[in-house]
């Protein structure tokens, strides 16, 4: 969790903002989300494309919820 405080704002939410977003109509996250609840997300390579997109978003929780605790 000391590696995620050290990070900057900027940086995250810029990662969140492009990867976490990209292709942006619609958002790829978005969509591989549906399949998750769906259950389509089957194939090794929309896995590998959930978590690829999804990682900016978990990083941005977890450095909130540290930043959080600091205080």
């Known amino acids: 969790m000391e590696y995620i405080s ?5 940086l995250v939410i810029l990662a ?4 976490g977003l ?3 109509a619609p958002p790829h996250i ?3 989300l549906q399949m998750l609840f769906k ?7 929309d896995w590998f494309d959930f ?3 999804g990682t900016p ?6 450095k909130g919820i540290v930043s ?4």
């Open 6 to 10: 050290k990070l900057p704002w900027g």
């Open 51 to 53: 978590v690829m997109h």
């Open 30 to 32: 978005w969509e591989k």
């Open 22 to 24: 990209a292709p942006f």
């Open 57 to 62: 978003w978990v990083v941005l929780v977890l």
């Open 39 to 45: 259950g389509q997300l089957v194939r090794p390579i």
């Open 68 to 71: 959080l605790m600091k205080k």
């Open 16 to 19: 969140c903002l492009t990867l």
